[in-house]
């Protein structure tokens, strides 16, 4: 079946994006590239306000150098969210990563109040200072990631994507499994996901173990 076009005779219906409004665009990649990481976004205006907020159209795109991306959006057209604007004018964040005991208390700081909110002071959250940046890490996040704003790709006035590069990494004491090899308890973290709908979340509880296979071990019996 088709929509909007197009002449698949497949059993997958065709949805052309090019027709679509920007919401139905968005259901369709929300609620099928899951589950999603959540960056817990730490900033600072210029004049020092602290501000949070989670974004899950987030991940890593590799090390050397270590970069991220995040895609914010506009609460309304022409309404830039607080986290895009402190980081474009400052240049600065910390990415906390979410635990499932941190579930929601980030669901609190994604509560849309004006900038003179603290989102953390609302969601009874503590901050740390931060090594190498001025905006403060979450506490209670079992992962930290200092960042500085490599460059930013405005998509119009509502859309931008921030490139990050991570400078220092905080990772709670007993999730480091060796320092020097950098070994890391990734169950330990037990970090949430972003599904599908309005409110929906995975756990990462639930794992598979599938070693590569060299090259030499193929075909195999
Ligand atoms: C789990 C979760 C993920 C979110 N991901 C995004 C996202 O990727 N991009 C975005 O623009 N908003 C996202 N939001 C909405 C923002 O968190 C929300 O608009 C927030 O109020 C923005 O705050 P700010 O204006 O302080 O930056 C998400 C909300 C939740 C609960």
């Not at 929509?3 to 698949?8: A, L």
């Not at 400078?167 to 950098?182: F, G, I, K, T």
Request: contains cysteine; aromatic residues 6%; negative net charge.
């Amino acid at each position: 079946m088709d929509r909007g076009g197009g002449s698949g005779d497949d059993q997958a219906m065709l949805f052309d994006l090019t027709k679509l409004k920007p919401e139905d665009q968005y259901k369709l990649l929300a609620s099928t590239v899951v589950p999603r990481p959540i960056a817990w976004v730490v900033t600072l205006n210029p004049e020092g306000r602290l501000n949070a907020a989670p974004f899950s159209f987030f991940n890593v795109f590799g090390a050397g150098p270590p970069i991220l991306c995040l895609g914010i959006g506009a609460r309304r057209p022409g309404d830039p969210k607080d986290t895009g604007e402190n980081i474009r004018l400052t240049g600065e964040f910390v990415v906390n990563l979410v635990a499932h005991e941190n579930a929601e208390a980030m669901n609190v700081t994604a509560i849309e109040f004006g900038p003179e909110v603290d989102e953390l002071a609302e969601a009874r959250l503590t901050t740390l200072p931060s090594e190498k940046i001025r905006p403060p890490r979450i506490a209670e996040s079992p992962v930290a990631m200092e960042c500085t704003l490599h460059s930013m790709i405005e998509f119009g006035p509502d859309r931008a994507l921030v490139i990050g590069q991570v400078q220092a990494m905080h990772v709670r004491d007993d999730a480091v499994l060796n320092p020097e090899r950098c070994h890391i308890d990734t169950p330990k973290l037990d970090l949430i996901g972003r599904m599908h709908g309005g409110g929906w979340y995975a756990r990462t509880t639930e794992r598979f173990d599938m070693p590569r296979i060299p090259v030499g071990n193929w075909p195999r019996d």
